[in-house]
């Protein structure tokens, strides 16, 4: 979207059309469009606001309902945060007693508009005119938060009144590709982090992908999950972390949030032993954390081999952070072996876990060639070093 767009958009008629869509639908959008057109509207209007039609839809995803009155550009919603892990950020800068929070890369303003709505003072800015624009737009409806087309890292934070910043650094290429340095991160990551030095109450949005390494030695490092997708690990500091550094777990699910943080009592190398009567799965955040052991001493269990994420334990316990199955057949891994297995307990529908094995799950779905009337759910990992096949059930 480019300038003029904008502006059209933002005109009573633009805004009045936007408004009047009916729900997205790419199968009706041709013949939409040319209505349209043939009703006297602008081309370029038109299109700009089904392109707008299509965003908001799709960022229904990660604002519900909140996405018909928002606008959106293509890249700003690919990074944008979700609004129920918005929420959570908001909380932490409340709990810290953050009074006016500067987003120093506010994208389109999905985490503006979450700190704003729980009553802190937001200074937004981005350094594209665009982008800085539609964060306007999005947070019309709050006073307490100003948006300016500027670069963040220029701001003098003292003379601002700022107690504590936020910034989500671009990770993608102009072309769309991900970043993986973060020296080429947008603005570059050791750039942000030298503002705690002006402000402690510091917090980071990064991608999940960060290696543990390279999280700095005084903060809190939490990975987070929604609904079992793990979307980002969250960098905070100073006031923002109030149990210290560290490594935690944010899991969110289904309404629910749990986190899961290292102890003292955790053995950070848990046990390895044979399969027991469960297996955990753990959340793809705790793994990301490095809190596998974490959920092997809460369950008072052990891996199944040193290198994967599976834990077994001999009774089950009921976790918000790991999903428990009841093992019911371990067999070693071989082909006409699992099949003839299968078949003789008549199983025709099969899902396929996997860690540790290089087997594709859709290749072994067809060469199973199943064709009974039951369900089974089946694991494929190592277990003391050797392929096997755990059947399991969830609890």
Avoid at 15 to 37: H, I, K, N, Q
Avoid at 83 to 112: E, F, K, P
Avoid at 234 to 263: E, I, M, N, Q, Y
Wanted: glycine share 10%; with cysteine; aromatic share 6%.
């Amino acid at each position: 979207m480019d300038a003029q767009g904008l502006a059209q958009l933002l005109s009573p008629t633009g805004w009045a059309l936007l408004s009047a869509l009916p729900p997205y639908d790419e199968a009706r959008t041709m013949a939409l469009s040319e209505r349209l057109r043939h009703e006297g509207l602008d081309p370029a209007l038109v299109a700009a606001a089904l392109t707008q039609s299509r965003l908001r839809a799709k960022g229904h995803a990660k604002f519900g309902d909140f996405a018909d009155g928002m606008l959106f550009t293509p890249a700003g919603l690919e990074q944008a945060t979700r609004l129920t892990v918005a929420a959570q950020h908001a909380r932490r800068y409340l709990s810290a007693g953050s009074t006016h929070v500067a987003d120093l890369t506010c994208g389109i303003g999905a985490d503006s508009m979450t700190f704003a709505g729980v009553g802190l003072r937001v200074l937004a800015t981005d350094v594209d005119e665009i982008t800085a624009s539609v964060a306007t737009v999005n947070l019309r409806h709050f006073p307490e938060a100003e948006v300016r087309h500027a670069d963040g890292l220029d701001l003098d934070l003292a003379a601002e009144g700022v107690d504590a910043v936020y910034a989500d650094p671009a990770r993608r290429t102009s072309s769309g590709s991900r970043v993986f340095d973060p020296a080429a991160y947008s603005p570059p990551l050791d750039a942000v982090l030298a503002v705690r030095a002006q402000v402690p109450a510091l917090g980071l949005k990064l991608g999940p992908g960060i290696p543990r390494a390279a999280v700095p030695a005084d903060a809190e490092a939490q990975w987070v999950s929604v609904d079992g997708d793990v979307v980002e690990v969250g960098l905070w500091f100073g006031p923002l972390a109030p149990d210290g550094p560290g490594r935690s777990a944010l899991v969110l699910h289904h309404g629910t949030s749990h986190v899961l943080r290292s102890t003292p009592e955790d053995d950070p190398h848990p046990p390895v032993g044979p399969v027991g009567a469960y297996l955990y799965e753990p959340d793809g955040a705790v793994i990301r954390a490095g809190l596998v052991g974490t959920v092997a001493h809460e369950v008072h269990g052990r891996l199944l081999d040193p290198t994967i994420a599976y834990v077994t334990s001999d009774t089950l316990h009921d976790l918000p952070t790991a999903t428990a199955y009841r093992v019911l057949d371990t067999l070693p891994f071989g082909l006409k072996r699992l099949r003839t297995y299968l078949r003789g307990r008549d199983v025709g529908r099969i899902t396929i876990k996997k860690r540790g094995t290089a087997v594709v799950p859709e290749q072994l779905r067809s060469q199973l060639d199943l064709r009974g009337t039951t369900e089974a759910t089946i694991v494929l990992t190592r277990v003391g070093g050797t392929q096997q096949v755990l059947v399991v059930e969830s609890v």
